[in-house]
Structures are given as C-alpha cells and as structure tokens.
C-alpha cells in the first residue's frame, strides 16, 4: 500500500498545487494582490542559498510551492489508503497542510504567526489552502478508491451503527441512538 500511496499522493499533491494555483491567479487578477514569495524566501533559509532581496527566483519559488504540495500529497494519499476519505478527511488536510506552512515560515523567520496577519490575508490564505486541500482529497480518493475500501471502512462495514461509506448517508442507513 505504501508504495502505491507515495506515487498516488504525489500525483494527488501536484493536481492539487494546480487547482490551488489557478485559483490564486484567479484571485490576484480580481483583488490585485501581488504574487508572494514567501515559498522562495523559505527554501533559501531551509537550503541555505544566498537570498537575493528585491528580486525573487521563480524557478526556486515554483519548486517549493509545487515541491511541498507533491510532497504533502503524500500524507493525504496515505489517509485515502487507511480509509479517510471524503470531505471530512480534506477539511482535517487543510489544517495540515496550513501547520506545515506555518511551521517552515515561522521556524525560518520568514513569516509571523497568522493572529498577527491582516484579517483579508488570512482569509486568502486560508480559502486556497483549503482549496489545495480539497483538490488534492479528491485525487487522492479517488485513486486509493480504485485499490478498494480501506481498513477504517472495512472496520465500520462490521460494527453494528458505523456508516461504511464516505459520502452522504442515505436516509435508510441513519441509525437512531
């Protein structure tokens, strides 16, 4: 399952950089808002490159930005794989995926906490995180879809009030409690 779930999570991480990425275009093109790059600024102080203030390396921007959703596609892949799938399991990625940036930009010194962020950029942020999150979700459900249920699902098929599926429960499989 593991080697299925790196290539699947992979995959699922770079689709999901692509919707992220668009939909962020999309936004820049509507609010004016200037592309960022912080994903740059965090590879040079993680690889220890000489930063270059003032002018900013696409090509090193791109590979963080993609690098790391490919990367982070993986643990989403590995979740499908266990049986987490679904919208639930993205919305518990984003928060993943947000405490991944958070952790690089704040431990390299290139980005603050987000309490301390103007509330429109936090509220960027977080809708093409989450963007990222279910775009990647999807993909990666889908794929591990084609592997069969996972063991959480095969695990629920069998306890008595567990929903087997991921998706909305159909009216004639709610129990009462």
Do not use: C
Request: charged fraction near 20%; avoid cysteine.
């Amino acid at each position: 399952m593991l080697k299925r779930a790196v290539w699947q999570g992979l995959v699922a991480g770079t689709a999901g950089a692509v919707v992220m990425t668009l939909a962020e275009k999309a936004e820049q093109r509507l609010t004016g808002r200037p592309d960022s790059h912080v994903p740059a600024r965090v590879l040079q102080r993680l690889t220890g490159m000489a930063e270059r203030p003032g002018r900013q390396s696409l090509p090193v921007n791109w590979t963080m930005h993609f690098g790391q959703a490919a990367v982070l596609g993986v643990l989403r892949s590995v979740m499908a794989h266990a049986g987490l799938r679904g919208p639930w399991s993205s919305a518990k990625f984003a928060v993943v995926r947000l405490t991944n940036d958070q952790i690089l930009e704040n431990a390299t010194g290139v980005g603050a906490p987000p309490e301390s962020w103007p509330r429109r950029e936090l509220a960027v942020d977080l809708l093409h995180k989450a963007i990222y999150a279910f775009a990647t979700g999807v993909v990666a459900d889908a794929l591990a879809a084609r592997s069969g249920p996972g063991p959480g699902q095969r695990h629920a098929a069998i306890r008595p009030g567990r929903q087997s599926d991921v998706g909305p429960v159909p009216r004639a499989k709610v129990h009462s409690l």
